[in-house]
């Protein structure tokens, strides 16, 4: 069993940033690939970037590629988005999760992820 507590979000404006952290409880995170994923109002969950157990591979949605980093510290249990030049269309609730991943395109699906966070709201004002 895995607990995710995100933390970190709030308003910024346009061009600023923000670091999200995602928490997790027990002894067996580093065994969990970890995501965000974000939902805005009226649209669907959607993925925003992902990171492999070690921290070795990492991807990222085309739409927040060069803006947005993950990286985790397997030692605190914790993952982390840094998300620079924040837009407008990055405001929703965003969501850490947790799952047993190792092929590409299931780190994408968030069907694939066993336990979520309660999410965190990033706003961006322009």
């Known amino acids: 069993q895995v607990q995710l507590v995100e933390s970190g979000g709030g308003l910024v404006q346009v061009g600023g940033s923000l670091r999200l952290s995602c928490a997790a409880s027990?002894?067996?995170?580093?065994?969990?690939?970890m995501g965000w994923f974000r939902q805005a109002p009226g649209k669907e969950r959607e993925f925003v970037t992902a990171i492999s157990w070690s921290g070795g591979s990492t991807y990222y949605a085309d739409s927040v590629k060069g803006r947005f980093t993950i990286t985790r510290d397997n030692a605190k249990n914790t993952v982390y988005l840094q998300m620079n030049s924040l837009k407008p269309e990055d405001t929703a609730v965003y969501y850490c999760?947790?799952?047993?991943?190792?092929?590409?395109?299931?780190?994408?699906?968030?069907?694939?992820?066993?336990?979520w966070g309660q999410g965190t709201q990033v706003t961006v004002s322009s």
């Open positions: 999760a947790a799952g047993k991943i190792y092929v590409y395109s299931d780190y994408l699906k968030d069907r694939e992820y066993d336990y």
């Open positions: 027990g002894r067996t995170f580093s065994r969990y690939a």
